[in-house]
């Protein structure tokens, strides 16, 4: 029987929009990598638990003392290496550390304070976010001593904390949680129409597919600036359905230099996709798949959208010949996205490109559905009897039920007696079982596991639980 509380919140669980930003700064190597994974890991973020995957990863969101966040590991301010100064910071990352609204700057408290760190400082204090530092490899009370020297760096509040060995984790997340605003700002109003991200690594033709879709598209309504400064808006007509293509900003504008940053580059899609339904994450065939291309795929997931692979630039080369390779690279760096959609193009030619937006719009229309409570039941019924879920000790993985409490990502609540019991390998079978039968494609899928004792709704019977279990 569900839930009705649960039933009257479809979107509870929705990719936040607007979450606030917490960002990760400080130099190469002092442990911001190891501290994004271990924020995501420690408490349950939103991202599924997928082992060996976090390292493309470079925001996600994550639930830090309750609160929703968006995480952003900015990458190194690696020194110019002329000058040794932080001095050539991206721009992006500095569009990162304006918007964040709290900053966790990230030392190494072994080596102490250094000038360079003394510089990042400086450039922190100029910035609009909360500064807390964090005083990371104190992996022994020893170290945390020697953090006091931190203090110096002009920051209020310095966490000792060890990121690789778990030591201090808590403490940060409650000085993080300490300087979030209170309510997150209410997100942008939505109209009918679908958002569309085109995202991608510098280069891949973004702008120049942008062009193509909107040049084939007679009816463009308007074009109007993004709500942040880095997108360009453009409203089309997709058949009857309305569309607005996010496309990054300034980059259309011609002559304009372009920035070549990694992680930076990454921000601006997070921003993008944070405010699309479906992102379409563009590959340039010349260059095959790269780094770039899984981490802004992963990204889109983790917030939640659909995604749809666009291999680009086939006029460019041969494509008896490079489509072999290109097709095995996409399934050894994009074999995460689940049953993923492809398509190719030319945004040179305008090959394959009409049927696009309507592939898009696709995607998304087939995750707005309400699956009704009993069909969910008899396909979790079902996985159950094919594969019982293996015991853990000398107990088992019970469940009583399940039931859709969102789309777009498809959410389904499970109903346990304790998820404690069930291992990420039959976690993924299940997410597997679910996505064939309601045929979610090139879409994240989430579970919520839930423990509810029998006897927690006023003793229901028996009987009432929808699944037998053996
Ligand atoms: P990033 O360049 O700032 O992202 O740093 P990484 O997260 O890649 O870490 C750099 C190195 O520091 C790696 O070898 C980590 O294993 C190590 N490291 C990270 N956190 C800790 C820690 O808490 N204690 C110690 N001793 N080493 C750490
Ligand atoms: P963005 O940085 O992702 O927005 O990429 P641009 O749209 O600015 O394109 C980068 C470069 O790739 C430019 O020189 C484009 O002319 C070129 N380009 C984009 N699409 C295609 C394509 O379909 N075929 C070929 N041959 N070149 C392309």
Known sequence: MPDPSIESAPNAVRSPT?????????????????????????RRSLVEDRPGVTRDRVA????????????????????????????????????????AA?????????????????????????????????????????????????????FETVVPLSAEHRRGITDLEVAIARCLPEAVAPAEKRDAALRIAIVGGPNVGKSSLANCLIGEEQQIVSETPGTTRDSVDTRLRVGDQEVVLIDTAGLRRPGRRKERLERGSAYLALRSIERADVALVLIDVIDGVTD?????ARLALDLGRPVLLVCNKWDAVDERERRPELDRQIDRKLG?????????????????????LPRALALFGGLRRRIATAEINRVLQEAIDRNVPPASGRRRAR????????????????FMNDPKLLSANYRRYLEGVFRKRFGIKS????????????????????????????
């Open 292 to 296: 770039q291309d899984a981490k802004v």
């Open 102 to 154: 709290v900053v966790v700057f990230v030392v190494d408290a072994r080596a102490g304070v250094i000038p360079l760190d003394r510089e990042v400082a400086d450039l922190l204090r100029r910035g609009s976010g909360t500064v807390v530092v964090a005083a990371n490899k104190s992996d022994g009370p020893r170290h945390d001593d020697q953090s006091g020297e931190f203090h110096a760096l002009g």
């Open 443 to 470: 879409a994240p899928i989430r579970l919520q596991l839930r423990s509810r004792g029998r006897s927690a709704r006023g003793g229901a019977a028996e009987g009432e639980e929808a699944i037998r279990n053996r």
């Open 18 to 42: 607007h979450a606030p930003l917490v960002a990760l700064v400080g130099r190469v190597n002092v442990g911001k990598s190891t501290l994004f994974n271990r924020l995501l890991r420690e």
């Open 399 to 414: 469940f009583y039920y399940g039931t859709q409490i969102g789309d777009a990502p498809l959410t389904i609540a499970l």
């Open 60 to 99: 996600a969101p994550a639930r830090i003392e309750g609160k929703e966040v968006l995480l952003v590991d900015t990458g190194g301010l690696d020194p110019d290496a002329e000058s040794g100064i932080p001095a050539l910071i991206a721009a992006q990352v500095r569009r990162v550390l304006a918007d």
């Open 336 to 356: 995460f996205v689940p049953d993923a959609e492809i398509a190719h193009v030319s945004a040179k030619t305008g090959r394959g490109a009409e049927a696009l």
